[in-house]
């Protein structure tokens, strides 16, 4: 099997800084592509940052130039580095991971983190 575990929430003042970690472990011969997702109270889980094995980056639109993401593929960790964070940031952090388990089998399987609270106050 394989666990996605994120660290690093908590509660933080408006204009503060956060930095999030998300660790695979498992089953895992190579992941193609690890990104952090959100989900606040009442809407709908969006995408935040993301990052391809090669080093492609996507962002959304609310958190461009405030929020970057990081990838160390020796550890099949996943970094998001969070500045300038606002009270509308406040969400359930979530990572997920695109992961091939084996060598020779070309299959990729998608994982989801447990999540973690990130509390932006005013």
């Known amino acids: 099997q394989v666990q996605l575990v994120e660290s690093g929430g908590g509660l933080v003042q408006a204009g503060g800084s956060l930095r999030l970690s998300c660790a695979a472990s498992?089953?895992?011969?190579?992941?193609?592509?690890m990104g952090w997702y959100r989900q606040a109270p009442g809407k709908q889980r969006e995408l935040v940052a993301a990052?391809?094995?090669?080093?492609?980056?996507n962002y959304a639109d609310s958190v461009k130039g405030r929020f970057t993401v990081s990838r160390d593929n020796a550890k099949n960790t996943l970094y998001l580095q969070m500045n300038s964070l606002k009270p509308e940031d406040t969400a359930v952090y979530y990572c997920n991971a695109n992961v091939k388990r084996y060598r020779y089998n070309s299959s990729y399987y998608n994982y989801w983190g447990q999540g973690t609270q990130v509390t932006v106050s005013s």
């Open positions: 498992g089953s895992i011969f190579s992941i193609n592509y």
């Open positions: 990052m391809t094995d090669y080093g492609t980056t």
